[in-house]
Every structure is written in structure tokens, then in C-alpha cells.
Nanobody, 117 residues
Framework: HVQLVESGGGSVQAGGSLRLSCAAS????????MGWFRQAPGKEREGVAA????????YYLNSVEGRFTISHDNAKNTVYLQMNSLKSEDTALYYC???????????WGQGTQVTVS
């Protein structure tokens, strides 16, 4: 049974930093795409960052590029999202997701709240 568990959310002042973690269990994700998404109240969910844990290629939403960094630790089966220079518009519920089938994110975590004031 695949499980993704996020942690690291919290409240921070604008300009501050947080690091989100997503621990995966139930499979080895050494060659899959892992992503971070977020959803703010009244807004649609958007993809924030993604990483191919096979070749290390990454994707970032334009508004976070240069401020957020996605990385992974295969030994720990964990994906991280380092968020720096946080802005109020980054406030949202952040989810991690795994694509184990090659064409869609088919596993999702429960989410962790990030609030920037």
C-alpha cells in the first residue's frame, strides 16, 4: 500500500523559509516523477514543482522559480521542497504526489498547511 506523508508546514512571516518533506512508503520511487502541488482557498490546485527521481530533471511554477527548490533522497525515499523568500500568496495547503504509472499522479498525500503572513 503506497503512502505519502507530508510534514514541515507551518506559519512564517513573509521573507521567511520552510522546508516541506514527503516521505513515501510502499514502493521505491527511484525512477518516478514526484511533485508538489498547492491549493489556496477559493483557487484551483496548481503544480508547484516536480522532479524526475531517475534523471533529476525538475520543473517549477514560474512564480516560485528561484525561490523554491525540489530535491530527493533516494535512500530515505523522501522528497523535499525548500521554500525561501516566502510571500503571502504562497499561503496554501501543499500536497505531494507520485506518478508511478508514467502518465499521471496517482498517489497523493494528505497535505500540509503553509501560512505566510
Amino acid at each position: 500500500h503506497v503512502q505519502l506523508v507530508e510534514s514541515g508546514g507551518g506559519s512564517v512571516q513573509a521573507g521567511g523559509s520552510l522546508r516541506l518533506s514527503c516521505a513515501a512508503s510502499g514502493y521505491t520511487y527511484s525512477s518516478y516523477c514526484m511533485g508538489w502541488f498547492r491549493q489556496a482557498p477559493g483557487k484551483e490546485r496548481e503544480g508547484v514543482a516536480a522532479i524526475d527521481t531517475g534523471d533529476g530533471s525538475t520543473y517549477y511554477l514560474n512564480s516560485v522559480e528561484g525561490r523554491f527548490t525540489i530535491s530527493h533522497d533516494n535512500a530515505k525515499n523522501t522528497v523535499y521542497l525548500q521554500m525561501n523568500s516566502l510571500k503571502s500568496e504562497d499561503t496554501a495547503l501543499y500536497y505531494c504526489a507520485a506518478d508511478t504509472v508514467g502518465y499521471q499522479y496517482n498517489y497523493w498525500g494528505q497535505g500540509t498547511q503553509v501560512t505566510v503572513s
